[in-house]
């Protein structure tokens, strides 16, 4: 009895992270991801963003060995609902704690924990995409990387474009500007975060470690009749070779309010002087940018996974939702690991609205929880995933009504990380 007793006291213990706790923590977080430290400037805002409260570490007596976070975000859906999401963040084990079960408990309590609060949503960006299958996640927005010879390539720009103002500011003193042009464009793409106060800051972070020999973070704002309708910050990496210049402009971010707006930034960055490249990273699939181009052969487009997507209560999701074209289907849903979404859902709705029940009706439609996480968004068609394999069709036709259903006017974005 005493062996067992000392037994269960060895054992690692999950619990909350308490705020005298988070340097500790955090600490282990980073050892996991290769162990070099960031900037102080960094390494505040994560503190001042962390919810505590909503945080869990593994502890192996005085050592953590085990990070986990949620953030409390609303994430944009088909129809432009603002959702309660958990941001799952800031996961690690530490390699001396391989192979125990500490990420399989962490992510058990998370989902525990998400369901308790009444939120229908959980999403995440994956350092290794093929951990997060096994507990439920798909693969729901995808995102761009471009490096484009702006020495070869030219945009073709809709009328107006040179009649919208560019003006130079410090990315800090207009924040609250490109900040609300922000917040007006979230409604309009899913996959998009209201960001909560604080989280503005992410935009203007500037360590110069992070730079690689580039510029301070720059701003330009869009302006029409005197209203700011659209900004981008970049960094200019200057380079020149026995030819003359070659510098690179590296964008971090464009926003804009109408096309016209978004065309005027693009033309700026392709034109920026002593540059031939505008590099950028994790940008929406269909921007518009793709189709104003000249040679998109020259843009080199690279696409890789951006959000992954866990429905934690699938009546709740799928019901929050709307439908380009009406739907009336039964899921039949398996979930091994939140066993209590297991079960046939019967969703109707349109473009106006959507309720999703339980049922006893025959299964139009067999899956996972993966493949629905997937297609929550309207990136993924159920009808690729159909042809993968990974959806049963049991009534015929119905994948494809379905598939029409749930597609997106516009490709779900993640618009930055966390």
Request: aromatic share 8%; proline share 5%.
């Given at each position: ?348 709705g349109d473009a106006k609205g959507a309720s999703c029940e339980r049922t006893t ?58």
């Amino acid at each position: 009895m005493a062996k067992d007793s000392a037994s269960e006291a060895d054992r690692p213990e999950l619990r909350v992270l308490r705020k005298d706790e988070w340097g500790i923590w955090y600490d282990t977080l980073i050892r996991a991801f290769g162990g070099v430290a960031e900037s102080a400037e960094e390494r505040e805002l994560w503190d001042s963003l962390t919810e505590v409260d909503r945080s869990i570490g593994v502890w192996d007596g005085d050592a953590c060995v085990g990070t986990a976070g949620v953030f409390s975000f609303r994430l944009t859906v088909p129809g432009g609902a603002s959702v309660p999401a958990a941001g799952v963040t800031m996961v690690s084990v530490a390699a001396t704690h391989r192979r125990r079960g500490v990420l399989r408990s962490m992510m058990r309590r998370q989902l525990d924990d998400v369901r308790e609060w009444g939120w229908p949503l959980a999403v995440l960006t994956a350092s290794e995409p093929e951990i997060y299958g096994r507990f439920g996640y798909g693969v729901g927005t995808f995102q761009t990387s471009v490096e484009i010879d702006t020495s070869r390539v030219r945009l073709s720009v809709p009328p107006g474009t040179d009649d919208v103002r560019l003006r130079y500011a410090v990315p800090a003193d207009v924040l609250d500007v490109c900040e609300a042009v922000y917040a007006r464009k979230v409604a309009d793409r899913p996959g998009m975060l209201a960001r909560q106060p604080g989280w503005e800051r992410l935009g203007v972070l500037d360590p110069e470690s992070d730079r690689d020999g580039a510029s301070p973070l720059q701003c330009v704002l869009a302006e029409r009749d005197g209203e700011v309708v659209g900004y981008a910050r970049f960094h200019v990496k200057p380079e020149w070779d026995g030819n003359g210049p070659k510098g690179a402009v590296n964008l971090r971010d464009v926003q804009a309010l109408d096309p016209v707006a978004q065309a005027a930034l693009w033309q700026f960055l392709f034109g920026i002087d002593l540059t031939s490249t505008v590099t950028a990273r994790a940008r929406p699939v269909d921007e518009a940018w793709q189709y104003q181009v000249s040679d998109i052969r020259r843009c080199a487009v690279r696409v890789r996974d951006g959000l992954h997507v866990r429905l934690v209560d699938v009546g709740a999701a799928l019901g929050a939702r709307t439908y380009q074209v009406p739907v009336d289907v039964v899921f039949d849903v398996e979930d091994a690991f939140c066993p209590w979404n297991t079960g046939r859902w019967r969703l109707s709705g349109d473009a106006k609205g959507a309720s999703c029940e339980r049922t006893t009706d025959a299964a139009d439609l067999s899956l996972s929880v993966r493949e629905l996480g997937a297609a929550y968004l309207g990136g993924v068609s159920l009808a690729a995933l159909g042809a993968a394999g990974r959806v049963r069709e049991v009534r015929q036709g119905a994948l494809a009504e379905a598939s029409v259903g749930f597609a997106s006017a516009v490709a779900p974005w993640l618009p930055h990380g966390f």
